[in-house]
T-cell receptor, first 117, second 113 residues
């Protein structure tokens, strides 16, 4: 079946522009994670959803970053007034982990590479 | 805090050589440990995992053993192939958390024929 998909795959923005990055998780997956991966680094956690509820946004680097998952499936990560330091690959992952917090494998999308000029 | 440290790359090996990529961690409690792999042009994929001390994860000829006494989870493979060329990430997830992963910086492996 289809895996996690993300769009766009590449985004170039001018400093100060707003961007929206989309994630389509695997159908039926309860948990959804966003990560930020800077060049040459490992992914870093941004935020976590369980269905439509955003349970953890402790990794969002500033209040310019906003994420939503209104119907518990597709999620959007929005970055307002982009800065050069926002340039990175943004990864989305989904898993079957249930409300009890039992761990299950996270399936990652291909990522969106954001370049802010 | 929780963190993962893995050996820096790049690592270049000849085909059929033995591979070790070191990974150590710092965590409260007893985390679950993972190795993820990122092949060129592809997304991150889970390679193997271990959820408790002395567990050995294995997949595709790769192995890693959860060593609580040394807080390590080193990745090994007895005979690498050109197709193993990729970036390898060690990661942990704290038990009882929602499952978000904490990654190391990644180690790029290049295998030459």
């Amino acid at each position: 079946g289809a895996g996690v998909s993300q769009s766009p795959r590449y985004k170039v923005a001018k400093r100060g522009q707003d961007v929206a990055l989309r994630c389509d998780p695997i159908s039926g997956h309860v948990s959804l994670f966003w990560y930020q991966q800077a060049l040459g680094q490992g992914p870093e956690f941004l935020t976590y959803f369980q269905n439509e509820a955003q349970l953890d946004k402790s990794g969002l680097p500033s209040d310019r970053f906003f994420a939503e998952r209104p119907e518990g499936s597709v999620s959007t990560l929005k970055i307002q007034r982009t800065q050069q330091e926002d340039s990175a690959v943004y990864l989305c992952a989904s898993s079957l982990a249930d409300a009890g917090g039992l761990l299950s494998e996270q399936f990652f999308g291909p990522g969106t590479r954001l370049t802010v000029l | 805090g929780n963190s993962v440290t893995q050996m820096e790359g790049p690592v270049t090996l000849s085909e059929e050589a033995f591979l070790t990529i070191n990974c150590t961690y710092t965590a409260t409690g007893y985390p679950s440990l993972f190795w993820y792999v990122q092949y060129p042009g592809e997304g991150l994929q889970l390679l193997l995992k271990a959820t408790k001390a002395d567990d050995k994860g294995s997949n595709k000829g790769f192995e890693a053993t959860y060593r609580k006494e040394t807080t390590s989870f080193h990745l090994e493979k007895g005979s690498v192939q050109v197709s193993d060329s990729a970036v390898y990430f060690c990661a942990l997830s704290r038990r009882g958390s929602q499952g978000n992963l904490i990654f190391g910086k990644g180690t790029k492996l290049s295998v030459k024929p």
